[in-house]
């Protein structure tokens, strides 16, 4: 029997913005196909793809033990998607029908059902047939060519249509090629799989600038192309396959260095410091410094070629030819470093000089963990006078925490909160002032200023956070009252109408119904959909005050007042409203 789930449970694990997400997709009945096999539920979702995402949760004796979406975000189990699939679970629990586990389903089948299946398999999927064909009994055939692939490759994104969401699409296409890859690596061709792998990142670092691939679809086909690659130089001791490998390697990493990134460098040169023999590991270094000789890279791209180059062969160098590389290639973090491990801390002071704020910081921390905290304290003071930096006087701040002086913590962290409210500077204050005593005081200081000026949201959180709920009551009114409403301020609104259920329940059902006819007010489905979502809320609360009548006055003179709103019908109707 599964364990018993509430909607705080779902909450909990994916959020409240991909749970209010995943409601509305609950009601819109966006799941479907559900199952429920063993401990796990299954279900496709509807999403913002033609093709519906595949969810999964598997139950423990504890509650959720795993979760996971197909979705470009789900793999961690915690989208708006998986919400929907458990509200379904826990409101229509009939919807999932009960099926056996798949090993039981294949163990009872004949060798015909199973063949009859394989095939039908392989007429969708015919890129699995590599992974029924066995190396000849004379030894292996011919290994293929990776313009094989890569024109497999260069089909999918020729057939992709092109739009929001193609990446998504592509990378899917692209997946189904490298288990060709997989199937070769499980026979042991290296060369074959090779092959694959090269097909399919070179058609991809050709055209990858085509794309804004914001989610790294493209990126993850990429880095698995390249743990491939790595597999196969490890099954491999012909040098010359070994060097083509190395060189699609370092096309990754050019292509990474190119765009500005480093999403895939690291990752690449870890497989080649596992994977490649010292004497490979020299001809990729040599290619690396090669490419960083022109003057066309830049400083950050040349800072890149110079991390990877300490990777490949730092440990080889001597103090001085570390030196040397560290200002060639204008690694300063790392130049310092070396400095104060030498006891040189003359120079390494000397070379934190006009550099910007944020490699100040680092090199501070530097300082700091060789033992030289006072002199970090000073570099890092002196710019905060200089500049008024925020991030210096954050980072002053919490040294002073760690070396004691809350005097002076406290001084910089309200400096900091009166120039930059925010909620987290708030409790950084608060937690400060209370373990000196100062807090009463102090409180008015920051609080008036964001009274005078209106900051109802922030003034929300707060109260919220420190027990006063009349004046977050107040303060969500006050919200209410603006023009419009911003997502986070509707997540504040909910927040406070949840906190007061119990002990302000009449407070609750007045922020509920206001901000479901803020919604109303506001158009647009999303909005609707989103006011369904408290005018439920508020029937629930309704139903549990004995307030049954008041609330069916209510909808229906509120489906009254907005009878010419035929999407908030709908969605209305969707909701059972």
């Excluded at 400096?415 to 925010?422: A, E, I």
Aim: charged content about 30%; glycine content about 8%.
């Amino acid at each position: 029997m599964l364990p018993y789930l509430s909607e705080d449970d779902v909450r909990v694990l994916v959020g409240s913005r991909s749970f209010e997400r995943g409601y509305r997709y609950f009601l819109e009945g966006a799941v479907f196909d559900a199952r429920l096999q063993g401990m796990t539920i299954r279900a496709c979702c509807e999403g913002s793809q033609p093709e519906p995402y595949r969810v999964r949760v598997t139950f423990d004796s504890d509650g959720i033990g795993e979760s996971h979406c197909s979705c470009p975000v789900g793999e961690d189990g915690d989208c708006k998607h998986i919400a929907a699939l458990l509200l379904t679970w826990i409101h229509r629990p009939e919807e999932f029908r009960e099926v056996e586990d798949l090993d039981v389903v294949l163990g009872r089948m004949s060798r015909e059902e199973l063949i009859a299946l394989v095939r039908r398999m392989l007429a969708q999927r015919p890129e699995l047939e590599v992974l029924l064909i066995s190396p000849s009994e004379g030894g292996r055939h011919m290994p293929v060519k990776p313009e094989v692939y890569r024109s497999r490759a260069a089909a999918v994104f020729r057939h992709a249509d092109y739009g929001w969401g193609v990446e998504e699409a592509i990378a899917s296409g692209l997946e189904g090629i490298l288990e060709a890859g997989s199937g070769f690596l499980s026979q042991e061709d290296t060369a074959s799989a090779a092959a694959v792998y090269t097909g399919v990142v070179m058609e991809i670092l050709s055209r990858y600038e085509e794309f804004q691939d914001a989610e790294g679809l493209l990126c993850e086909v990429v880095q698995e192309c390249a743990e491939g690659l790595g597999l196969c130089l490890d099954g491999s001791d012909d040098t010359a396959l070994r060097e083509e490998i190395l060189r699609t390697l370092f096309e990754i990493i050019s292509l990474d260095t190119d765009l500005g990134r480093v999403w895939l460098s690291d990752d690449v040169v870890e497989i080649v410091l596992k994977h490649a023999s010292p004497e490979e590991r020299r001809v990729f270094a040599s290619w690396v410094r090669e490419a960083s000789a022109g003057d066309a890279m830049g400083d950050w791209q040349r800072r890149k070629c110079g991390e990877l180059l300490l990777k490949l062969e730092g440990e080889d160098l001597d103090d001085e030819k570390f030196l040397e590389l560290c200002r060639k290639m204008g690694l300063l973090e790392h130049l310092v470093d070396r400095l104060l491990s030498l006891g040189r801390l003359d120079e390494a002071v000397a070379e934190t000089k006009g550099g910007d704020n944020k490699r100040l910081l680092r090199l501070a921390d530097i300082f700091v963990a060789r033992g030289h905290g006072g002199i970090a304290e000073r570099l890092v003071a002196e710019q905060v006078e200089a500049t008024g930096s925020w991030s210096m006087m954050d980072w002053l701040k919490n040294r002073c925490l760690e070396t004691g002086d809350l005097s002076r913590a406290l001084e910089l962290g309200r400096r900091l909160f009166l120039v930059q409210p925010t909620f987290s500077r708030y409790q950084d204050v608060r937690d400060i002032a209370l373990k000196l005593g100062a807090w009463e005081h102090l409180r008015a200081q920051l609080l008036d200023p964001l009274i005078s000026s209106g900051r109802d949201d922030l003034l929300l959180r707060i109260y919220l956070d420190d027990g006063e709920m009349e004046r977050a009551i107040e303060s969500a009114k006050m919200l209410l009252g603006r023009h419009a409403l911003k997502t986070w301020d509707a997540d504040l609104i909910e927040n406070v109408a949840r906190a007061a259920e119990d002990e302000r329940m009449g407070a609750a059902l007045e922020i509920y119904r206001g901000l479901a006819e803020k919604l109303i007010s506001m158009r647009g489905r999303d909005n609707y959909q989103r006011a369904c979502v408290n005018l439920i809320r508020m029937r629930d609360l309704c139903q549990r005050s004995g307030k049954s009548e008041e609330w069916d006055g209510y909808i229906l003179d509120l489906r009254e007042r907005n009878r010419r709103l035929p999407a908030l019908r709908e969605e209305m109707e969707r909701a059972g409203l």
